[in-house]
């Protein structure tokens, strides 16, 4: 066997080219240095905030709004350090949490299902939207009273307001998202021999996600204003139930805990359907920051 003499062959000066443009390959200091400033910029104006607050209550600043019995930023601290120590805070915590994971599970199924039927068939938009848009103006808080009587525990009742408030969101977002679909995408898949079902589940459904996920964004939020009210006027525990109950003792550092321990957690929900809503979306050009 007689090995050659030629010289091995070097990649082609095009080699990494894609259309003519170089390939940018993320550096990893790069990467590091871009997460270090947008958490910075997420730290600065919470900061801020924070300084603001020691300023006016510190001093008990009094113009238009009266700072001199809010609590200060320490006194916050030192009530939230104490009701990390206690079990009954987690179980409000949970408790919460679990209302708002079943109230809004079940909005985001039959949200999406109902805005799914309505936005694909004209009979059943004529017959269930008019039922929709008579309710959607309804706040979910004011069904306390008929909730109250119509379930047996309070439980089952702030899961129900909680989905009551959740599910219109979802509904008409979805029923948004359907109408936006171009036509060509169903022309094209009829075309190709696609079946109903094939086009409802394999174009109409993830080409509308983007806008479903929009509307799972809004209905969270409002599924947390719905659900800490409800716990404030009905409930018997909950992290609504446990600021209610910090004011009725005059315990207002305790109410600020109540206050941000609900803001934190509606800052992770509605980060999770972001998370996901990036996951599945993942086909979109902007999807995967």
């Not at 409930?235 to 003792?249: D, H, N």
């Given at each position: 066997?007689?090995?050659?003499?030629?010289?091995?062959?070097?990649?082609?000066?095009?080699?990494?080219?894609?259309?003519?443009?170089?390939?940018?390959?993320?550096?990893?200091?790069?990467?590091?240095?871009?997460?270090?400033?947008?958490?910075?910029?997420?730290?600065?104006?919470?900061?801020?905030l924070v300084l603001l607050w020691y300023l006016l209550t510190t001093n008990q600043v009094v113009l238009w709004l009266r700072f001199d019995k809010i609590p200060t930023p320490g006194a916050v601290f030192e009530s939230f350090r104490t009701q990390l120590g206690t079990a009954s805070y987690y179980g409000d915590i949970l408790a919460s949490t679990r209302?708002?994971?079943?109230?809004?599970?079940?909005?985001?199924?039959?949200?999406?299902?109902?805005?799914?039927?309505?936005?694909?068939?004209?009979?059943?938009?004529?017959?269930?939207?008019?039922?929709?848009?008579?309710?959607?103006?309804?706040?979910?808080?004011?069904?306390?009273?008929?909730?109250?009587?119509?379930?047996?525990?309070?439980?089952?009742?702030?899961?129900?307001?909680?989905?009551?408030?959740?599910?219109?969101?979802?509904?008409?977002?979805?029923?948004?998202?359907?109408?936006?679909?171009?036509?060509?995408?169903?022309?094209?898949?009829?075309?190709?021999?696609?079946?109903?079902?094939?086009?409802?589940?394999?174009?109409?459904?993830?080409?509308?996600?983007?806008?479903?996920?929009?509307?799972?964004?809004?209905?969270?939020?409002?599924?947390?204003?719905?659900?800490?009210?409800?716990?404030?006027?009905?409930?018997?525990?909950?992290?609504?139930?446990?600021?209610?109950?910090?004011?009725?003792?005059?315990?207002?550092?305790?109410?600020?805990?109540?206050?941000?321990?609900?803001?934190?957690?509606?800052?992770?929900?509605?980060?999770?359907?972001?998370?996901?809503?990036?996951?599945?979306?993942?086909?979109?050009?902007?999807?995967?920051?």
């Open positions: 066997m007689t090995l050659s003499a030629e010289p091995l062959t070097t990649a082609p000066p095009d080699a990494g080219v894609a259309g003519g443009k170089p390939l940018r390959i993320p550096l990893p200091g790069k990467a590091i240095t871009r997460r270090a400033r947008s958490a910075l910029l997420t730290a600065v104006p919470l900061a801020g209302r708002i994971l079943i109230g809004f599970g079940l909005a985001t199924v039959t949200g999406v299902l109902i805005g799914m039927a309505i936005g694909r068939s004209r009979t059943v938009s004529a017959l269930v939207r008019p039922v929709v848009e008579v309710f959607r103006p309804i706040p979910a808080i004011a069904l306390v009273p008929l909730a109250i009587l119509l379930f047996p525990t309070g439980e089952q009742g702030i899961v129900f307001i909680t989905f009551f408030a959740a599910f219109f969101p979802v509904t008409v977002s979805t029923i948004h998202a359907m109408h936006a679909l171009p036509k060509v995408w169903e022309e094209a898949a009829r075309t190709l021999g696609a079946r109903r079902h094939e086009i409802l589940f394999r174009i109409a459904l993830p080409g509308a996600l983007p806008g479903i996920f929009s509307g799972l964004s809004v209905a969270m939020g409002v599924a947390w204003i719905c659900v800490i009210s409800a716990e404030m006027i009905s409930g018997q525990f909950g992290i609504g139930y446990f600021t209610w109950q910090s004011y009725g003792l005059l315990d207002y550092a305790s109410v600020v805990v109540g206050m941000l321990t609900i803001g934190l957690l509606g800052w992770a929900t509605a980060f999770g359907v972001e998370l996901l809503g990036r996951r599945v979306n993942r086909w979109l050009p902007r999807a995967v920051r």
